[in-house]
């Protein structure tokens, strides 16, 4: 069958509002909660319609409250609800950071097993809009650092729609990091896409000669800059991580093992970020499989500023994962 | 034990319930008397918060509880938890870190947590827990639900934002959640008038529409009153409950606190009000029981406190192999992968 015919065009927030729907349609324990979430219709209009279709009860706006509706969110969870909490940006989820890091991930742990959190916390996340150093962040690393939580990244149109779903029937809590710049992607999705695993990185590109892992807002750089390789003669995989806690180190050593030669691609700061803990991992497992050193590209160490050549300047860019690549292979241009 | 049935003054408790209230008292003093003791011994490790002089407070506030009702409390758990029928030996058992203890060891002292009970911690963070209280009830209110959910915290937690987010999530969305403040008037070593700028917590609640009301909590009777209404106000859907409930610990914050704070003498004052010695001298005048019945009592929760110790001491140390169980759930992938990497 010729998939292109029946394949539908559409957006990754329009992608992401269905997954919404799917889940709020298929099980009653389902709500979604945040600020603007409601008669807003979503700060970046995710759940714009739902308000009318699923009622104040199950789209319910909550005050600036951030600790507060991430606390109730995984209160609701722990007594028999599938809560949906979006925080409007990462920015603002340091202030629910005491209940995400001190209940959501402890819970399950300190009452030896009895409670499960079934919560799924989405949030925007990244750099790019210029929007200036306290709504640029990128703090999914922070939150990969910390055990008792799941983390994924959908930078894909079919991620969008499909790790929802997935997400609320595992019973540990899950933050989604979408990045704000992804919203707007545009697409082809099948008309039956649905649930998708959220258990491993995929290969985006296939290429013998290096991996560029990445995820994320960052996926589209690192594939456009693959495809700029290509034209250098160079054939890179791209690896989109997708859950960035656990690490799926499977794949991205099997890469590894294959190309000997890595780039990693991570709009956190660099000291200290998911970049710096995948370098680790390699040297600790894969240190004779390097034919070169592992390089990153990263965040500057700069809070994220205003001007669009110095907002462009703090965080990967085609051209910076092109060379980073290069001098990995000791082509430098 | 059969005798004469209580007056009015104590409420509408049949001679039964009125012993139960003075035998679950006794039970909480002697246990943390216990833990003491097993910590100056090495026993007991880490942070151990004695519930000693405010135990009018959970014996009161529990009897207004129905078991499908959810609890969260504090650090200062033991009396909630003992209170709500978790057996004491799983308790201590916890306290010394068994993997026979209630969270399996996991847990300790701050984090007594029991799903039979309905009991989800031991909050180790001040305020923490009533965020979380806000979720339970919504959760209630979102399935159709009748259950309440009870939060107990101290007067400490009102300086906390997440005080106030939750006391307005809750009225703004009429949950049902009873606020139980214990009001013991120091926040570790810190007086509520050197911390507020109003001491009146009820006000605070009142604030946000949240009807309040100030008990003494060294009288069990009082407690139990004040909560039963409150609670029957919740059940009846207007809402959340606010109460302070007026209390002392006579021990000092936990096991490493010099007690710079305050004075001996403040001390002895409140002991003078010791809500146990309060409640054995009504029932004596009352007739329900006489010196040897109390005697009888006391020696019954001896032996229970003995066997929990008992109980602790011959549990066993969860294998090392272990460490790394119940961060994720076991058949999730996450769990999985996490082992593996």
Redesign the interface.
């Known amino acids: 069958m010729d998939d292109t015919v029946t394949r539908v065009r559409t957006t990754y927030r329009d992608a992401m509002r269905e997954a919404l729907r799917e889940a709020l349609r298929r099980d009653e ?1 389902v ?1 979604l909660m945040g600020e603007d979430v409601g008669r807003y219709g979503g700060s970046y209009a995710v759940s714009k319609g739902l308000l009318e279709e699923f009622g104040e ?2 789209i319910r706006d ?2 600036l ?1 951030e ?15 599938l ?1 949906i909490v979006e925080v409007m940006t990462c920015n603002f989820s340091l202030l629910a950071l ?2 995400i890091v ?2 959501a991930a402890t ?10 959190v079934p919560i799924v916390i989405r949030m925007a996340t990244g750099a790019g809009r210029q929007l200036a150093a306290q709504h640029s962040h990128s703090f999914e690393g922070w939150y990969a650092h910390i ?2 939580i ?1 983390i994924v990244a959908p930078a894909t149109l079919e991620d969008a729609r499909g790790m929802l779903w997935t997400a609320l029937m ?3 809590p899950v933050i989604m990091f979408e990045n704000a710049l992804l919203y707007n992607l545009e697409g082809e999705l099948a008309p039956d896409a649905g649930a998708v ?3 491993h990185a995929s290969v985006r590109r296939a290429g013998d000669d290096l991996t560029l892992v990445t995820y994320g807002g960052s996926l589209g750089k690192t594939l456009q800059a693959a495809d700029e390789l290509a034209r250098n003669g160079v054939n890179a995989e791209v690896i989109d991580l997708r859950t960035l ?6 794949a991205i050593f099997g890469s590894l093992a294959r190309t000997h030669r890595m780039v990693i691609v991570d709009e956190g700061w660099k000291s200290g970020a998911l970049a710096a803990e995948i370098m680790a ?1 390699a040297m600790e497992e894969s240190f004779y499989e390097l034919d070169a050193p592992i390089a990153r590209v990263c965040g500057a160490e700069v809070p994220i500023p205003y001007a669009r050549h110095l907002e462009e300047a703090a965080i990967p860019q085609v051209a910076t994962i092109v060379d980073a690549a290069l001098r990995t292979l000791n082509k430098h241009v | 034990m059969s005798g004469p049935e209580p007056s009015p003054d104590f409420l509408a408790l049949t001679r039964d319930e009125a012993l139960e209230l003075a035998r679950t008292m006794i039970r909480i003093r002697r246990f943390e008397e216990k833990c003491a003791e097993l910590y100056a011994a090495g026993k007991i490790r880490g942070f151990l918060h004695l519930y000693i002089g405010e135990e009018a407070v959970a014996v009161g506030a529990m009897q207004a509880l129905k078991p499908e009702d959810a609890i969260l409390a504090t650090y200062r758990e033991h009396g909630h938890a003992l209170a709500r029928g978790i057996p004491a030996r799983t308790i201590m058992a916890e306290m010394y870190g068994k993997y026979e203890g209630c969270s399996h060891g996991r847990g300790g002292s701050m984090h007594v947590f029991d799903a039979h009970a309905r009991f989800y911690g031991g909050n180790a963070i001040v305020g923490g827990g009533l965020p979380l209280a806000v979720g339970f009830a919504l959760a209630d209110k979102l399935m159709h639900r009748t259950a309440l959910t009870a939060c107990f915290f101290g007067e400490g937690a009102v300086a906390e934002g997440e005080f106030h987010e939750s006391l307005n999530l809750a009225a703004l969305w009429k949950l049902p959640v009873l606020f139980l403040c214990e009001n013991n008037l120091y926040a570790m070593g810190t007086a509520l008038e050197r911390s507020e700028a109003d001491t009146d917590l009820c006000e605070k609640a009142r604030s946000y529409r949240v009807e309040a009301h100030s008990v003494d909590g060294m009288d069990v009777l009082a407690v139990m009153q004040a909560s039963a209404e409150a609670a029957a106000r919740v059940r009846a859907g207007t809402g959340p409950q606010f109460l302070e409930l007026k209390t002392y610990r006579f021990r000092a914050h936990s096991m490493f606190d010099a007690e710079l704070y305050r004075t001996k003498a403040e001390v002895e004052q409140w002991k003078k009000r010791c809500p146990l010695a309060a409640f054995r001298q009504k029932v004596m005048q009352e007739g329900l029981l006489d010196e040897s019945g109390w005697a009888r009592m006391e020696a019954a929760v001896e032996a229970e406190i003995s066997a929990a110790v008992s109980y602790a001491e011959a549990g066993t140390w969860e294998p090392v192999e272990q460490l790394t169980r119940d961060v994720y759930t076991e058949h999730s992938a996450a769990g999985r992968l996490a082992t593996e990497c």
């Open positions: 324990r709500f009860e199950r909550t005050p409250s600790s507060g509706f991430v606390g109730a969110g995984i209160g609701a969870a722990l007594n028999g609800t809560p005491d209940q001190n209940n819970i399950r742990h300190m009452s030896g097993g009895q409670f499960s055990p008792g799941r595992d019973p540990d695993d959220i258990d806690r656990p690490l799926d180190t499977v991992r």
